[in-house]
């Protein structure tokens, strides 16, 4: 994991970068607010520790910075001072925890995998969320809007819905359709995909949304925003 330590006293850095390198972590070192905050804007990396006593640029002011193009990036403080007012006003500039020193590297350690794993389940969440024009479908709790109204699907239809979303503005056969959402081999004879299609299409277009789901003549369907194609309809 690439860690930002923003510290500026020899003895602490030495310290932390020990010791977490026990942990599995690797860590890079900014001297000032300063430099920390060029590091940390022009690196992706996975969490910034941050002291909040520091030379050129104070900590408070690096972590507001910081926030205003990283808004995922965790942020841990740290502060010698344990007044109440010291600590919100980390909290209050963007950081994620704080630590008082001196602390044990364990606990710091252990603070950081907590906020990368938050982090990663923040990703995943996000992951799950798909929007085209005004549909929005959140894969996780199963819930699809269309101009912010919930859409009343039943599960064949969700799961024919998810399929598309994932795999928009791509033609995607009959064949590739039925096989993924209903996981059986292809029938000749059957036109569920073209019915389940049908119904999706009516509650996705009620009330006059634009088109989404379009026919691409002897291929299949696409998800996609209407353009005008005369290949799709």
Not at 86 to 97: K, Q
Not at 99 to 118: S, Y
Not at 169 to 196: A, C, H, P
């Amino acid at each position: 994991m690439g860690i930002l330590l923003v510290e500026d006293e020899p003895n602490v850095v030495s310290v932390i970068k020990r010791g977490l390198a026990e942990f599995g972590f690797e860590v890079s070192v900014a001297a000032n607010g300063a430099t920390g905050l060029q590091m940390a804007l022009d690196n992706d990396f996975d969490l910034v520790i941050l002291d909040v006593m520091l030379p050129v640029m104070d900590g408070i002011q690096v972590c507001k910075l910081i926030r205003q193009q990283k808004q995922t990036i965790p942020i841990i403080m740290l502060t010698a001072l344990d007044s109440t007012e010291n600590i919100v006003g980390g909290l209050d500039s963007g950081a994620d925890d704080y630590m008082v020193k001196p602390f044990k590297i364990a606990e710091l350690a252990a603070r950081l995998r907590t906020l990368l794993r938050r982090k990663a389940g923040d990703m995943q969440a996000k992951n799950n969320v798909f929007t085209i024009n005004n549909l929005e479908l959140n894969a996780e709790s199963k819930i699809a809007y269309r101009n912010k109204e919930p859409l009343k699907l039943t599960a064949t239809e969700f799961r024919l819905l998810e399929y598309f979303v994932r795999n928009q503005k791509k033609v995607l056969s009959r064949i590739q359709i039925l096989e993924s959402v209903w996981d059986i081999d292809f029938n000749m004879g059957t036109n569920v995909v073209d019915v389940y299609v049908n119904y999706l299409r009516k509650k996705l277009e009620k009330n006059g949304s634009p088109k989404l789901i379009h026919t691409v003549f002897g291929m299949g369907y696409i998800m996609k925003e209407e353009d005008g194609n005369e290949n799709t309809k």
